[in-house]
């Protein structure tokens, strides 16, 4: 089916397609999301790409040994980690 689905689309033409996937993003965040990366330039990628890596960094918790700690967690503070 997927196939199927895939070639309509495909049918539907560029103009179609770019018309439904706005309408879509104008009600859905995700959908929104995906416009602005395909339609991002190779330096507005980058640029998001150092974002979502520098929000990684300052997150409050982080995973040590496969268990989640908090930066505040005594056991850490405790042993000096």
């Known amino acids: 089916m997927k196939k199927e689905v895939r070639?309509?689309?495909?049918?539907k033409g560029v103009e179609e397609?770019?018309?439904?996937?706005?309408?879509?993003?104008?009600?859905?965040?995700?959908?929104?999301?995906?416009v602005r990366r395909l339609?991002?330039?190779?330096?507005e990628k980058?640029?998001?790409f150092k974002a979502k890596v520098a929000?990684?960094?300052?997150?409050?918790?982080?995973v040590r040994?496969?268990?989640?700690?908090?930066r505040m967690d005594p056991a850490i503070v405790e042993h000096g980690r």
């Open 17 to 34: 397609l770019a018309d439904a996937l706005l309408e879509m993003a104008a009600c859905d965040d995700r959908a929104e999301g995906l």
């Open 39 to 43: 339609t991002a330039s190779s330096e």
């Open 55 to 62: 929000g990684l960094k300052r997150m409050r918790r982080f």
């Open 46 to 48: 980058v640029k998001n």
């Open 7 to 11: 070639d309509r689309l495909i049918e």
């Open 65 to 70: 040994s496969g268990k989640t700690y908090s």
